[in-house]
């Protein structure tokens, strides 16, 4: 009998402690009255009976009465004329009287109901009379079995969310999530408006120029393109919900299955590309880092400017030249029974993304090399090689590591040059294709796609950011 | 005794892409078992490069001339090989850095630091290295070690830190340990604990100490031997109290003047000033009352920088303002210029609150108030040359017509400064540190103001150039009739410079007296802690200082909030 009290009590105090801290925050409080209106509502009921019962009536009138009537209204008052009257005499400057007036009446309004404010805490504090505040009106309540089952009941939505809030973590993530959220809705307003005013008519793009003014028509109404712009941007959104974004203008297959489909190709492609780039990166942007101003790194810094340079459809295409037609080494174009044609594909992808990120492992290498815990590394006796690869690589690391994943999260939106040159049946050549119709609900299925996949990335790189630097995961301990 | 490590004819120049450059010449010195031998210099001097020189730690443009010599326990250190090298450092000659912030792996567990050093000259297991690491880490002072082991670099505090550093350093036993300026970053009273450790690791274990620093207190405090640095070559060495009494070279000589002397007694001149003062007949130009600045900290809290602060300033004084970091003291001299804006509280300037000046009266109010900063390359801008640095004060507040008279104020404060015409049309960066300072002070006087906050303005400057600039300040102050705050960590130097003097405590003001006053007759513990903790470059004083007992249940008694005039105008918080 006697541990459930404590088990109870416990969880009293708990959650008394996480409503006091979150109400003092302004922007909080209002979550809580919010999610919590109902018993908010019980609450002020309450604290006005209870204001009622003790007598008193506002704390805060008493409190000015206080004020006007010991004479430090006056005292003020004539303090601050005094004072204006001494600044206008140094400075020098040109006033006139109804200006100080008002000057002064302004700066008397900020004072004074500073001071009030400041007594009317005082008073709290002090108070034993029973009149309280609303937050003490709330813990009360909270306090007691049967408040805090009413709570639970009426308002479970404002318990979710103090949980939210009271935890640094699940704070952080649900930050993210909720920016997420309007960075989606803010990509498919800008791109369905866009697309909703591009010039091109889908109706005669897809039926072409023998159609008939009815047909025309049909695929208007078909495809709701009479339907106002609102309407039609709500169903777009409505359809981000409901995972249904509609079926395609031409095929009228829905868009969502066929994002689908594509969806593993531009995977696979993007993942080998990014496990070839780090694989070559990463060492070869160490070692330049390491040797600097020799030879091999001013001929890395040439390849790596070379690489970045290169268009990858020219790329792509003198690939297929010399490895497909003059050499026949491997086949020209991607099918996916023939794993040999992933390959120039994936070296087409990578080199951008290799050379990129040699460079910046270089320069960040480099900076943490001149750091001065490396020459502590070093006094302390370690062979260079491990005082590079313990200390120097992973400090350097994190902001890189933070460049891949952004890198990635673009790629996995589907590389549309490379996939055309090598006919592979990626997401970026199916929004690129769709776009010159426009098939609009395929282009917004693509667009929203890649909206969620980058902010997906985003958020578990920073996740993966505060993992590897325990400085970032303090700052978000603390908040 | 014989030598354990001896240097001969060390020279080391560093090639840079246009010339080569000798930065030591044929110094020579030799350390004893057990002894703690000082290396003295200002910057420049070639200290830290000799002591990275031992341990060839140098970076890869440094070339050490062959007819050097270093030799350890007989071994000649510049033939090893790169191995043999390595399995000196860390075990048989260790180091300490200066800023222990950024020596340490700031993404590598501490315990996981010194495990690794401990593993790496030992044959010991993954376990018996942390539990040994946990004793060093209690020697060295540190509690709750089976947390800390755990932390990371910037979850202590910067005493913390270099008590960490030194523990990594002790770890295998060295018989030399090579601090280079170990307590410069720290503050006093931290300084002085740190100190004490080394002299008690050097009682337990007899480990000799090169300590490189530029405080003649601290060589005063620690040192057995001295060695006086200048320009790489060495000046002049010897016993300490031999060095301190009887310096033979001249330079040594000024160095050990440019000390600022806690017993000098004041002239005539301030004497009558403190006096006049006291009687009431100057009037107080800045009246601080009830002062208040809060920041938020962490999630929802805020933490009060500035605590209810109440202070007078009067005309033609320097109040001195002196803390340790984190007092508050840089946040108040901010606050008093707005910088910051107060939570609470007034400043009464000439009659009238700063805190209610609208945007427009406070740009007037920049005329009369003015600040000088810490560090002076930081804060000129690279960009500009020194005629528009102290050119733009004048332009902004229309103080000149035109472009002749522009100049001729420009060249008319340099000359003020003391720093030549033909400086007008250089880059900052073309200046060395007290230069700077000299162009940061004309700019500050370009527009006439009564009253100047100097923030820490001699803390980055080597210690003859701030006895200069302390002398340049206080004629300054006699011939343009100015009124200073001084804010400061240094005491001695504080005490030198101020007619009265405040001492700052996380957030208020605990002590404030005359300056004399003040030091010699400290009443709050506090002020005592920190006066004790200051090194006197006076070896016999510094002999007789005794290991004073952590003043805690004093300072308990002292934790009120009055500010009661405890005697006369010698105002404590109690």
Not at chain 1, 44 to 50: A, C, H, K, N
Not at chain 1, 234 to 262: H, P, S
Not at chain 2, 45 to 66: D, W
């Amino acid at each position: 009998m006697v541990s459930k009290k404590n088990w109870i009590d416990r969880w009293t105090d708990n959650i008394q402690y996480h409503y006091k801290k979150a109400y003092q925050n302004k922007s909080w409080r209002m979550g809580l009255f919010i999610f919590g209106m109902l018993f908010q509502l019980i609450i002020f009921i309450s604290y006005l009976i209870r204001q009622k019962k003790s007598g008193e009536k506002n704390i805060r009138d008493k409190m000015e009465k206080q004020f006007n009537e010991s004479g430090r209204a006056e005292a003020l008052r004539s303090q601050l004329e005094n004072q204006e009257k001494q600044k206008i005499k140094f400075l020098n400057l040109n006033v006139s009287s109804s200006q100080n007036q008002r000057r002064v009446e302004k700066l008397y309004k900020e004072e004074s109901n500073r001071e009030i404010s400041e007594r009317v805490e005082a008073y709290y504090e002090n108070d034993e009379t029973g009149a309280q505040s609303y937050l003490q009106t709330t813990l009360d309540w909270l306090s007691t079995t049967g408040g805090l089952v009413l709570s639970l009941f009426l308002a479970w939505p404002m318990y979710l969310f103090l949980i939210v809030v009271s935890l640094p973590s699940l704070h952080y993530l649900i930050q993210r999530l909720l920016m997420m959220f309007f960075v989606i809705i803010g990509v498919t307003v800008i791109v369905f408006t866009l697309l909703y005013f591009s010039p091109s008519d889908p109706a005669t793009n897809i039926l072409g120029n023998q159609a008939t003014p009815e047909q025309v028509e049909n695929f208007r109404q078909l495809h709701g393109l009479n339907d106002s712009y609102f309407v039609q941007l709500g169903e777009t959104i409505k359809g981000i919900f409901t995972f249904d974004l509609g079926n395609a203008y031409a095929g009228n297959e829905r868009v969502v299955t066929t994002i689908l489909r594509r969806f593993p190709i531009t995977l696979k492609i993007t993942l080998y590309a990014l496990g070839l780039s780090v694989a070559v990166a990463l060492p070869a942007g160490i070692y330049a880092a390491v040797k600097t101003n020799t030879t091999f790194d001013q001929l890395f810094m040439l390849i790596a400017l070379l690489g970045i340079s290169i268009p990858s459809f020219w790329q792509g295409l003198i690939f297929i030249l010399t490895f497909s037609i003059n050499l026949g080494w491997l086949p020209a174009t991607y099918s996916s029974t023939n794993a040999m044609s992933l390959i120039m594909p994936t070296v087409v992808l990578g080199t951008g993304l290799m050379a990129s990120v040699a460079r910046m492992t270089r320069s960040s290498t480099l900076e943490v090399i001149n750091e001065d815990y490396i020459l502590t590394a070093r006094a302390k006796g370690l062979s260079e090689a491990k005082v590079i690869l313990r200390h120097a690589v992973p400090n350097a690391l994190i902001p890189i590591i933070t460049i891949i994943g952004l890198q990635f999260g673009g790629m996995l939106g589907g590389a549309s040059v490379t996939e055309k040159v090598f006919s592979i049946n990626g997401i970026g050549s199916y929004i690129v294709d769709k776009q010159f119709i426009p098939d609009i609900p395929s282009v917004m299925a693509g667009v929203i796609y890649i909206a969620i996949v980058l902010s997906i990335v985003n958020v578990f790189v920073d996740l993966l950011y505060s993992f590897l630097d325990p400085r970032i995961r303090s700052r978000v301990k603390n908040g | 005794m014989e030598n354990l490590l001896t240097v001969n004819n060390l020279s080391v120049s560093f090639s840079t892409e246009l010339d080569e450059q000798q930065v030591v010449s044929d110094l020579s010195f030799s350390i004893k078992k057990g002894e703690t031998l000082g290396l003295v210099g200002e910057s420049g001097s070639g200290k830290s490069v000799t002591a990275r020189s031992i341990m060839q730690l140098l970076s890869s443009n440094a070339y050490i001339h062959p007819e050097s010599s270093i030799t350890y326990e007989g071994t000649e250190l510049l033939n090893l090989t790169q191995k043999e090298l390595r399995s000196i450092r860390g075990k048989d000659i260790s180091m300490i850095f200066q800023d222990p912030m950024t020596s340490l792996n700031p993404t590598m567990s501490i315990g996981k630091q010194i495990v690794e050093i401990l593993r790496l000259h030992e044959k010991i297991s993954k376990k018996d290295a942390e539990r040994r690491t946990k004793e060093i880490m209690t020697d060295v002072g540190i509690s709750n070690v089976d947390f800390r082991f755990t932390q990371y670099a910037h979850e202590f505090s910067g005493g913390m830190r270099q008590r960490m550093m030194i523990a990594m350093a002790l770890a295998c036993s060295p018989s030399i340990i090579i601090a280079d300026e170990p307590t410069t970053a720290l503050d006093v009273t931290i300084q002085a604990q740190i100190l004490e450790l080394l002299k008690d690791i050097q009682k337990k274990y007899g480990t000799a100490i090169i300590l490189i620093t530029h405080d003649f207190g601290v060589v005063a405090n620690m040192c057995d031997r001295v060695m006086v640095m200048r320009h790489g070559e060495l000046v002049e060495s010897g016993e300490t109290t031999e060095i301190f009494e009887n310096p033979q070279h001249d330079y040594t000589k000024m160095l050990l003047n440019a000390i600022p002397n806690l017993y000098k007694d004041k002239t005539e001149k301030e004497k009558e000033k403190l006096k006049e003062i006291h009687s009431g007949e100057r009037d107080a130009l800045v009246r601080v009352s009830q002062l208040e600045k809060k920041f938020p900290y962490g999630r929802g809290e805020t933490i009060k920088a500035v605590n209810n602060l109440n202070f007078d300033i009067y005309r033609g004084e320097t109040l001195g303002l002196v803390g340790e970091s984190g007092s508050g003291k840089t946040t108040t001299g901010r606050t008093l210029l707005r910088l910051h804006e107060a939570s609470a509280g007034e400043i009464v300037y000439e009659g009238f609150d700063l805190n209610h000046l609208n945007k427009n009266e406070l740009k007037s109010m920049r005329k009369h108030i003015q600040m000088i900063f810490q560090d002076p390359y930081a804060s000129l801008n690279p960009r500009m040359k020194v005629i528009d640095l102290i050119g733009e004060a004048l332009d902004t507040h229309g103080l000149v017509k035109n472009k002749k008279e522009r100049t001729d104020r420009v060249l008319e404060l340099l000359d003020l400064v003391g720093l030549d015409a033909s400086f007008v049309e250089r880059f900052p960066h073309e200046f060395s540190g007290g230069q700077r300072q000299r162009i940061g002070i004309a700019r500050a006087l370009a527009v006439n103001p009564e009253f100047i906050v100097l923030d820490e303005p001699l803390s980055s400057l080597d210690a003859s150039i701030q006895a200069q600039i302390v002398e340049l300040l206080e004629s300054l102050q006699e011939k343009l009739k100015l009124t200073y705050l001084f804010i400061a960590h240094d005491l001695a130097m504080v005490k030198q410079i101020s007619d009265r003097v405040a001492v700052m405590h996380e957030g208020r003001i605990v002590e404030l007296a005359d300056s004399e006053e003040l030091f010699s007759n400290p009443i709050h513990p506090y002020t005592k802690k920190l006066l004790s903790a200051i090194p006197i470059p006076d070896p016999s004083i510094e002999a007789m200082k005794k290991n004073k007992k952590d003043t805690e249940e004093e300072l308990q008694n002292y934790q009120g909030t009055e500010f009661k005039e405890v005697e006369p105008h010698h105002w404590v918080s109690c």
